[in-house]
């Protein structure tokens, strides 16, 4: 098997396979139990996502500092259509599992169900083990069937355990993720088709596809087909307009995964996919992409400064950060992309701090609303600290992670496609604006008879949150072990597009670089 990105490091003991399998199997147990109570319940949860997290982390360390799939298993599954079990890893992606098996246990131990535990818990394991299938995915039929799966326990979570409106939120969701998917069908079907046509076989393997002759017109279509769905998933701006309800009318679990793992499924996808299967369409398309993203820093910072709703205001400030994440994708740097892949792992974080933090606030306060809390600082200094570690990394503080990654961003998208980044750093300083508002109005003041009885983090609490906290803290130190494993994937990709586009590489101060028509 010829292996476009460099050849596979193979492993003797499935790790991949197993980890998907994990969280999988604790919710068929789960979902195959009678009666239980919420304790071996809860305990069954939280030690399936530990073990899928002791797996996550071995895969991390064992991973070596070079391109190319790591810890391949291919086995066919079915011959004559062409689909195989075929999984792997690299410095992509190894982060953004390592990222799935962080937050899961962290969800399920700081925002548990009050009513119908079990059911709870084995959707959010199934959730888990989607997720964590759709990253390792290198079959586009395998990885389809991962992508949409995510949408049915996401679909349950939000409409059995959220808020007012959450069968709107739900079922708006599901229809527009579930249309945007229907495009990716085509497109796969398509390319696997005109790849059999070229060469005589039927396969779905990317590093198989990546060699399918595509001419301009077809190539443009099907970038378009695939990132239809990636854009909705993430959501890039226009195909946002789902998130706002669904973050918000989500429990606070629903809302900690929606924002920091289901939205890197979409660009996820625009990095693995996009980029290596239509690298002239993505440097074609890359302005108008560019522009999207850059619209949608802006719009997003905009609204967010408008909001009183705490949860609607970390929504529409992860539309900015998607566009951050897509300006770095698609300024087809090393810096920008290596930005952009390390920003989807930081936001995840970060978000998963602010939304956790929010949900236990409700639960003190009975509302998330700003115009409802004031002066929450002195009743409960812990959460207060801990909000505003969150919130700094939000803006991008230096020291904390939100500024490295944005760093990277801004810096590689200056080399390639300057004004969209001297337009992009408006959004920096408008994420101050609003974060800083909304931590002052409720947090800062003398607070009311109700506010003053708000109860501070128990110890169990503060574990919870610490975690992410640290990681937090961590990567804005120190990113380089994380930075060390992503750039060599990163190098392998920017070099196949600059390779197929007879494109040369930027040098700092250089004008913008114009790709080559594609004979």
């Known amino acids: 098997m010829s292996f476009a990105a460099g050849a596979p490091v193979v492993h003797e003991f499935p790790y991949l396979t197993v980890l998907v399998f994990i969280p999988a199997a604790g919710a068929l147990a789960l979902a195959a139990t009678v009666r239980a109570n919420r ?21 991390a360390v064992l991973l070596h500092r070079v391109g190319g799939y790591q810890f391949v298993s291919d086995h066919v ?15 992509i992606s190894v982060f953004l599992v390592l990222l799935a098996a962080v937050l899961f246990p962290i969800a399920l131990a700081g925002a548990r169900a009050r009513e119908n535990p079990r059911a709870f818990v084995a959707w959010m394991l199934l959730l888990e083990s989607a997720c964590i299938g759709t990253f390792v995915s290198l079959d586009l039929i395998m990885f389809f069937l991962f992508f949409e799966l995510t949408l049915v ?14 069968a709107y939120a739900a079922v708006k969701f599901f229809i527009y993720t579930f249309l945007g998917s229907a495009f990716l069908l085509v497109g796969i079907l ?22 399918t002759h595509l001419s301009g017109p077809t190539g443009v279509l099907l970038f378009l087909a695939f990132t239809a769905a990636f854009a909705v998933k993430a959501p890039l701006f226009p195909f946002h307009t789902w998130s706002p309800d669904a973050y918000a009318e989500a429990p606070t679990a629903g809302s900690m995964i929606l924002s920091g793992v289901l939205a890197k499924l979409g660009t996820y996808g625009i990095i693995r996919f996009d980029l290596n299967l239509f690298p002239q369409a993505s440097r074609t398309l890359a302005p108008l992409l560019l522009t999207l993203a850059v619209i949608g820093i802006l719009y997003g910072a905009i609204v967010a400064c408008a909001q009183r709703d705490l949860k609607r205001l970390v929504a529409y400030s992860s539309l900015a950060q998607i566009g951050f994440i897509a300006l770095g994708t698609f300024a087809f740097t090393t810096e920008g992309l290596a930005g952009g892949v390390l920003l989807m792992v930081n936001h995840g974080l970060i978000t998963a701090a602010l939304f956790v933090l929010i949900g236990w606030i409700a639960d003190r306060r009975g509302t998330w609303q700003v115009g409802g809390l004031r002066g929450l600082q002195s009743p409960a200094p812990v959460l207060a600290a801990a909000f505003t570690v969150a919130m700094l990394a939000s803006i991008g503080l230096p020291g904390l992670n939100g500024f490295v990654s944005e760093f990277l961003v801004l810096s590689g998208t200056f080399l390639t496609h300057r004004w969209w980044a001297v337009a992009a750093t408006v959004g920096v ?6 974060l800083l508002w909304a931590y002052q109005q409720a947090f800062h003041g003398k607070p009311d008879e109700d506010n003053a009885k708000t109860r501070d983090l ?9 975690p992410l906290l640290v990681l937090i803290v961590l990567l804005g130190v120190y990113p380089k072990p994380v930075l060390d494993r992503i750039t060599p994937a990163v ?29």
């Open 429 to 434: 300083i408008l994420a101050a604006i609003y």
């Open 190 to 211: 398509v390319l696997a088709f005109l790849h059999q046509s070229q060469t005589g076989v039927l396969t779905f393997s990317l590093p198989a596809l990546e060699h």
């Open 153 to 166: 326990p996401a679909y349950f979570l939000i409409s059995g355990w959220g808020y007012t409106r959450r």
């Open 458 to 466: 128990r110890l169990t609490e503060r574990l919870v949150v610490a």
């Open 491 to 519: 190098n392998q990709l920017i070099e196949r597009v600059d390779s197929v586009t007879h494109t040369q590489p930027p040098a700092p101060g250089a004008p913008p670089p114009v790709a080559k028509a594609q004979p």
């Open 39 to 59: 304790a071996v319940v809860e305990i069954v949860g939280m030690v399936t996502s530990l073990a899928t997290l002791s797996f996550a982390v071995t895969i």
């Open 77 to 91: 599954w079915a011959q004559s259509l062409g689909i195989s079990w075929f999984v792997g890893v690299d410095g």
